[in-house]
Every structure is written in C-alpha cells, then in structure tokens.
C-alpha cells in the first residue's frame, strides 16, 4: 500500500457535472498539497494545506474548491469544468516541522487521478 | 522565481549501462533543496534521491547519484547498472529551504532501458 492513496484513479465528467477527487495520506504528516499535471507542462502546486489550514492557492480557478477536514485526508472538489482541465491530479504530503519554517520538507505523492472533461 | 531546465527530453539505455540525466536550475537563493523523482507509467511520482544544497557531498542512493555543482547551478543524476524497471520519466525538482513546500519541477526525461 503506497503512502499517499488518491480516488478514483480514473474520472470522466462532463462539464455541467459536479465531482470530487479524494486523497488519504497514511504518514502521520501534517501538510497536503494538490498538484496538477498537464501534457508538455511541468507539473504546477494548485494547493497547499498546512496544519489543516490552505496557505497556497496557486491562481487556481475558483471552479476548482479544496477541502482539508483533518491532516490526513484532502478533497478537491469540480464544478463546471473546462476540456482544458482534463490532466492528471498528483496529491502529495510531507511532515514539515512547524507551520512556518517548513524546514527539511520531503514531499510525497499518491498515484494520481486522470481526470477527462468532456 | 526559479526555473528548472532539463535539456533532454528522452534517452535510451542498454540494460546493465550507465545513463547521466542532466538539470540545470535558476535561482538568487543560497540554501534551497533538489530533487529527483520518477515517474513509471503508473504515474506515482517516487522520490529518487535528494540534495540540500549546503551539503557538498554528492547524495547517493543505491545505484543513483548525483553531481551537484552548486556555482554552475548544475544537478546531474547518474543511473548506474540500468534494469528494466528503471524505465520512467525523470523529474529534476527544486524547493527554497526559506519557503520550501513550493516544488518547482522541470519538464522531465524520458528514460527507456532496452533489454
């Protein structure tokens, strides 16, 4: 069993659909982040959540909404999506040792859910 | 900001041979992280090996090393004794140790091992 778990894997969705993608991390860390891979693009941090609390909101799209309700799991709900949103969403985790520093951070990440807009 | 630059976006490898990835990076930082991840077609992201950038010492694990050359911004990864399962894409990944849960990555190297 990986550390970070996310679901579904796979998730097609049209554009009027709402849905939402999971993540569970199994590491006992305090930091959550949603990543988002493109084709040709590197990948891009959409969120960050420390301490259950979001510091990083990247620009994202506000048809994009997270949701940390404790330190172990993290949600990223979709409402009306776009085509150009179809990518693979990377959650990840890490232990940092306090809520500023973030000294010595180790990032993780799950497998991943291939999400298509169609 | 800092940009990270991986000139080769694939490279092909006899099994049992050595590979050198390269990566080059950008920032006004002076202590800050590096990283390798790979990335097989499952598409987990793995964290490969990992280098703090005030540590001269070359980070090694198993059989994958690195050259870091901090004045010429340079962080090569060398797979040495290549096996099939090393197939991925490789991601060079840079973090600020002031600010550092932002990972910036590179665009990746594909890497095939040929039996």
């Known amino acids: 069993e990986t550390g970070v778990t996310q679901t579904p894997r796979h998730l097609v969705m049209g554009m009027t659909n709402k849905k939402s993608l999971k993540c569970e991390q199994h590491l006992g860390h305090n930091a959550m982040y949603w990543y988002k891979q493109s084709a040709k693009k590197p990948l891009e941090l959409m969120f960050v959540y420390n301490f259950k609390e979001q510091t990083e909101n990247n620009s994202v799209p506000s048809r994009f909404s997270p949701e940390c309700p404790n330190s172990s799991h993290l949600f990223l709900h979709l409402h009306t999506l776009q085509p150009e949103d179809s990518a693979l969403y990377l959650c990840?985790?890490?232990?940092?040792?306090?809520?500023?520093?973030?000294?010595?951070?180790?990032?993780?990440f799950g497998e991943g859910s291939w999400l298509t807009v169609v | 900001a800092q940009t990270v630059t991986q000139s080769q976006p694939e490279m092909s490898v006899q099994e049992a041979e050595t590979v050198t990835l390269s990566c080059t990076y950008d920032?006004?930082?002076?202590?800050?992280?590096l990283f390798w991840y790979k990335q097989p077609p499952s598409r987990q992201m793995i964290l490969v090996i990992r280098q703090e950038a005030y540590k001269q010492q070359n980070a090694t694990e198993n059989r994958f090393s690195v050259n870091f050359q901090k004045a010429a911004k340079s962080f090569s990864l060398k797979i040495s004794d290549s096996q099939l399962g090393d197939t991925a894409m490789y991601f060079c990944a840079f973090m600020r140790r002031s600010n550092d849960y932002k990972l910036s990555f590179g665009a990746g190297t594909t890497v095939t091992v040929r039996a």
């Open positions: 990840a985790s890490s232990q940092v040792q306090d809520s500023i520093t973030y000294s010595g951070n180790t990032i993780y």
């Open positions: 920032t006004s930082e002076s202590n800050y992280y």
